[in-house]
């Protein structure tokens, strides 16, 4: 009889910047590793803005002649981007992301890399944290940290309603 896997590749980012004492800092977002197209760097100023659109959603950008929404997911609670001054010539690391639908690409403050995870030892996630990882469907324990799974559907979703 053949064993039966729930081990799954995913390509591991820090969301949230390192900060001191910042429980976020801790966690991890777990992206599908067929999911994921391409990692690129880009500058904040080739970002150009969208008016009226969902908190989070920074604006396009254009990628080999294609336009990508870019995202950052720190920001959709709307509460991050008025408390910082930007720096156009940030350099963002954004994975880009790849549905039917099209391309989203998302910025991270760090790769990881990747890792093979069992599905089983998923569970739903805590009130406490649905706030900050809005789009993800499952968290995993990595020791005393948390990861978190997202679900590339529902960011799709909210780019169509935002």
């Not at 039966?4 to 980012?13: G, L």
């Not at 920001?75 to 963002?92: C, F």
């Amino acid at each position: 009889m053949p064993i039966v896997t729930t081990e799954v590749d995913y390509f591991r980012a820090q969301l949230y910047p390192p900060r001191e004492h910042q429980p976020l800092a801790k966690t991890k977002l777990l992206v599908p590793l067929q999911d994921i197209a391409e990692v690129v760097t880009i500058q904040r100023q080739d970002i150009c803005p969208i008016p009226g659109v969902a908190p989070g959603i920074l604006g396009v950008a254009n990628q080999r002649g294609q336009l990508i929404w870019i995202m950052d997911l720190c920001e959709i609670r709307g509460d991050e981007a008025t408390s910082k001054r930007l720096n156009p010539q940030e350099k963002l690391t954004i994975m880009l992301l790849q549905q039917a639908q099209g391309q989203v690409g998302c910025v991270v403050a760090q790769l990881q890399g990747i890792v093979s995870l069992d599905l089983q030892q998923g569970q739903k996630i805590e009130a406490q944290w649905q706030t900050f990882y809005p789009f993800c469907d499952r968290q995993l324990s990595e020791g005393e940290d948390w990861a978190f799974l997202l679900d590339i559907m529902q960011l799709f979703e909210y780019l169509q309603m935002g």
